[in-house]
Nanobody, 115 residues
Framework: QVLLVESGGGLVQAGGSLRLSCAASGTIFSRNAMDWYRQAPGKQRELVATIISGGITNYADSVKGRFTISRDNAKNTVYLQMNSLKPEDTAVYYC?????????WGQGTQVTVSS
């Protein structure tokens, strides 16, 4: 079983920044892709960013140029640096990975961006 522990969410004004962290048990991030999803009230959960073991990243169009996903394999931690935050970014953010063909999710961390 994989444990994902998220932190870094909070309340921030529009234009501000937050850095989310997701720490995982084992050595998941050294060889597995890691994702950040988010879900706003009444909306579907959407993929925000992905990073694979080689460092290749991908982002949703809505966050390109503002968000950066990174990983520290030694610490088994993935980060999501969020800059120029907008009220539309308000959501619960979840980290996610697939290990042994099984999906694992963090508990989620609330990000609220005020106007």
């Amino acid at each position: 079983q994989v444990l994902l522990v998220e932190s870094g969410g909070g309340l921030v004004q529009a234009g501000g920044s937050l850095r989310l962290s997701c720490a995982a048990s084992g050595t998941i991030f050294s060889r597995n892709a890691m994702d950040w999803y988010r879900q706003a009230p009444g909306k579907q959960r959407e993929l925000v960013a992905t990073i694979i073991s080689g460092g290749i990243t991908n982002y949703a169009d809505s966050v390109k140029g503002r968000f950066t996903i990174s990983r520290d394999n030694a610490k088994n931690t993935v980060y999501l640096q969020m800059n120029s935050l907008k009220p539309e970014d308000t959501a619960v953010y979840y980290c996610h990975c697939v290990v042994g063909w099984k999906h694992f999710w963090g508990q989620g961390t609330q990000v609220t961006v005020s106007s």
